[in-house]
Structures are given as C-alpha cells and as structure tokens.
C-alpha cells in the first residue's frame, strides 16, 4: 500500500512512522499515512516563512488563477475524492461528493473575492490628514482541521488563508488524512511555489500541539471541539497568536404548532441525522410546540427506524458508520447516561450489528423524548445520531429552551408565521441560524458561533477578513513641521 507522505516546502517527506487509517465501515485499512513530529512543524514554519514574501507580493490575479485551477482540478475528481473520505471517513458517497463539489466551489469563490475591493477611507477630524486603512495578509498560519468533513474543512481554510496571500501550515485530522494529502498532490501537480502550503500529518497531542504553540505561526485556525479549541487557545497565548476557532454545538430546531407536520420531520431528520450526526451545527435539540408534540414523535421515530444505515460505498446508503471505534464509544456513553437520567428513549439507543455491518462503528439512528433542559444529553455535544427533544407551550418558553446551553452555533425555527419565526430567530444566541430550513451552508455567507461555539468566522468576505491584518495609513496633506515643541 502506498505511504501518504507530507508535503513540505515543495517536497514529499516521508517520516519513517506510518499509521494506518481505518475504514469505519469495517475496520478494514483505507490506507496508510506518515505520523509528523515537531521538527516537522519546524520545517514547515521555516518553508512557509521563506515563501510569504514572493507570495504575498504575486499579482492577486495570480494568486486567483492558482485557485481557480485548484477548483477546477477537484472538480475533475470529485469522484475520486468522494471515494478517499467515504473510506476514511465513512459518510456515504452522495455525502462525500457534495463534499467535493462544495470544496471546489469554496476555492472558485475564494480566487473570485480577492481582486474586489477592501479597506476604507476615513473623514478625521484633522482636513489636512487623509486616512485610509488596507488589508494585508498576516503572514504564517497553522490550520488544524476535523475528520468530520476532511476535504472540505481543508478547503475551508486553506482557500482563503492562500488567497489573502498567507502562506499555511496545515494538518488534518490524523483520523481522516487521506483526501488531504490527495488535495496536496494538486498543489503539487498546479506548480503551486514551494511554501506556500505546506502538510504536517501526525497527532494533535504532537504535531497539533505544535503548530499551536510555535512562535513562528502568526494565527492558529482549528475546527474541531470545544475542549480540544480551550487547550489550542492556551497554547496560543505564550505567543499572542490570534486564534480562529470553530468549535462544537447543540444546535436547537424549533418547530411551532402550524407548522406542517410531515414537512418539519422531514427537516428534523435532516437536522440531527446527516453526516451520521457529526456535523458541528446538527440540530441535535429539537424544540416542539406542545399542541403537535405526540404525532410529529409518532412520525418521527417511524422515519428515524427507516434510514438505511450501510457502507458508504453501497447503492442507497442513507447513514454511515460513526468515524472510529472510540468515537462510537464515546457516543454509545452519552446514549447510556442519557438512559439513566430518565431521558424517554423512543427509537435507536444502540450500536447495529447486522450482517456486513457487524465489523463496522454503526449506531442507530436515537431519539430521547421528554428531555429535561439540565439532562446531559441536552447539554453536552454527542457528535453522533442523537436527537433530544424538549417540549414548550409559549414561544419565550421556545426561546428560553433554545439558549439554555453554553453553545451558540446554529439553529432553526420553523413557522408558517414568518413574523414570529423571524422574531424567535433574531432571539436565537447562535451565529447560522435558517427559517424553514436547516444546514444548506454556503461559501458566500459567514459561519461560526456566539459563546462557547467559537471565535471568528469562517466563510464569505468576513473568512477571507479573518486572514488579514488591518493597516491604518495616515498622509499628511500639507507636508510641513509639526510645531508642537517651540
Ligand atoms: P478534536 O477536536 O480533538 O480534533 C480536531 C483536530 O484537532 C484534529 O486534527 C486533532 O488531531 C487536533 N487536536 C487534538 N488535540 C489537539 C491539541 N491539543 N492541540 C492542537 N490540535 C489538537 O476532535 P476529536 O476527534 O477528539 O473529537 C472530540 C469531540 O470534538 C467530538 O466528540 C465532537 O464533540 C467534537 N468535534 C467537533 C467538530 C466540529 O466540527 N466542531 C469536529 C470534530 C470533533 P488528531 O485527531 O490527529 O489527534
């Protein structure tokens, strides 16, 4: 089998220890990637650092044309790439290619952005001053990505931090590594400079920790989750870096009373369910109104029993395996304690075992029922197929519900009264909010969290804004001595 090597300043580099990545589906090796060290950070540091000035300095329709290609080149294998993190990661394949295509996108819109305008002018009080400000890129970045989504939380960050003439220290999740090391051989393959992008494989505890700490980084950019985010922000402090975090949620969907039944189950699957539940902005807190609570339950359960769990790679598979065995574990955990606490289990609550799936990390599709606001499976993220679902009469009650965690990722309100839910939405303490609708996400519009979901944005102008530095320029109009000491 192959060895997935590191991309460092324009070379593969192979560190001599190779991990093997798992295939979820069935425990069986998707392939094999080298495990980075420090000294690895270091000289990526050092390539990126050497190559920032030339970078920095090309024509923004240079810079533009790389990405364009780099987007038109994943588009080309978007099947290719699919297969890679259906395999390392599990999801099912229509998932991984939506993946694929949107991650192109994000560098089409990206390559697009730079060349518009930006900075500003300022009236001062002073007429013979003219103040104007620019945005300059920030130099070094280290980017650390999650396994829930590997190409496309690669293509989130590296697409803006390169196009604001940044150069990148990236490392994905050592779960999920392989679609990130295929993204590089594009690099490699488009003549991107050396240093530009550079690939780190290798352990968070290590070479995460690293690129965290390392004063040759100006930013450090993590998605990933909230813990892990507090201990990359301590790391960060030692050196003032700015810190970029996209962190975890418990996202609630509110469903009023007129609202059509059938339609908003439809949506609440989708909410809690897609991507096997380990998406950061799942809505895993579904909000009903009391007046439909027992038949959208009743249709509920019946289509969550439904969803055809199998390999990613099989005609029809509708939900995957969980990303590894501990993960299940951890998933498995948080089912059993919302068990104790009194949480009303009405489908799913356990790993499936059937037939091809028996060597596979699957959980069944669970959804607890009368949760009460301070019950674990409320409060804490599970990251997996796990829908808690509260019950409310008024609609501050709604509100009150929707807020009561220390997360503010995402939510949804879902009303045939666009007045109120419009009303509710604007309540919502969370920074990607939908109506009638949730998860479509777009490169174009922003996404991060309020409170403990994160800090910065990712995405639109505001994503491309997050890897510059403001510069304030002040031009005396009447050049002459200042006169202030006689
Ligand atoms: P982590 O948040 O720990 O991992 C995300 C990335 O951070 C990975 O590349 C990881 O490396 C790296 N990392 C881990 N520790 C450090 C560190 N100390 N310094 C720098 N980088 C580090 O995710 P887990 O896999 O441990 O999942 C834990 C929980 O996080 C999940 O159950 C879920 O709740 C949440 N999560 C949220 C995500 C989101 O999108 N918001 C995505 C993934 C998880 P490596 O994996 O190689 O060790």
Redesign the pocket.
Known sequence: MEIGKMYINGKWVDSGLHKESINPADGSVAGLACEGSPKDVDAAVAAAAAAFPAWSALPVTERANFLFKIANRIEELAEDFALIDTFDNGKPLRDSLGDAYDSAACFRYYAGLIDKPSGGTYLVPDPNTQALTVREPIGVCGQ??????PLM?AAWKIAPCVAAGNCTVF?????T?LSSIKLFELFDELGLPPGVANLVL????T??????EHPGIDK?V????????R??MR?AAETIKGVGL????KSPMIVFGDYDIDTAVDWALFAAFCNQG????AGSRLILDEAIYDPFLEKLAARANAIKLAPGDEEGAEMGPL??ES?MN??LAKIDAAKKEGAKLICGGDRVYDGKLKNGYFVAPTVFADCAPDMSIVQE????PVLAVQKFKTEDEAVELANGTVFG?AGGVFSNDITRALRVVKKIRAGITWVNSYHPTFSQAPWGGYKQ??IGRELGVYGLEEYTEVKQININLVPGPVGWFK
């Open positions: 650390i990505a999650p396994w829930n989504y939380m490392k994905p999740s050592s779960l590594p290798g352990s968070g505890q070479v995460g920790r690293s690129i965290a450090v993590f998605t990933g989750g909230t813990d892990t985010g201990e990359i790391s996209e962190l975890g949620g380990e998406v950061c902005s990303v590894s993960h951890s998933v993220e599970v990251f997996g990722l979901s994160g």
